[in-house]
């Protein structure tokens, strides 16, 4: 039981670090003139695309093993 909490513990940290990196990025971002236009936004809903799809298929992958 005490594993339990202990992981529950971590993974709740590991969450409001993951808000905070990603309000942090979000933030700096913004300060970029570039990102705030139509074409800095596609490039970045590219990439996000690319790199989510490479990264599901790679859980995908590592999980049917």
Do not use: H, Q
């Amino acid at each position: 039981m005490k594993n339990k909490s202990y992981l529950i513990f971590w993974e709740m940290v590991l969450i409001l670090a993951s808000i905070l990196m990603f309000r942090s990025a979000w933030l700096l971002l913004d300060g970029i003139e570039w990102m705030n236009r139509p074409a800095g936004l596609g490039l970045c809903l590219a990439v996000g695309v690319i790199v989510g799809t490479v990264a599901l298929a790679a859980v995908n992958r590592a999980s049917s093993k």
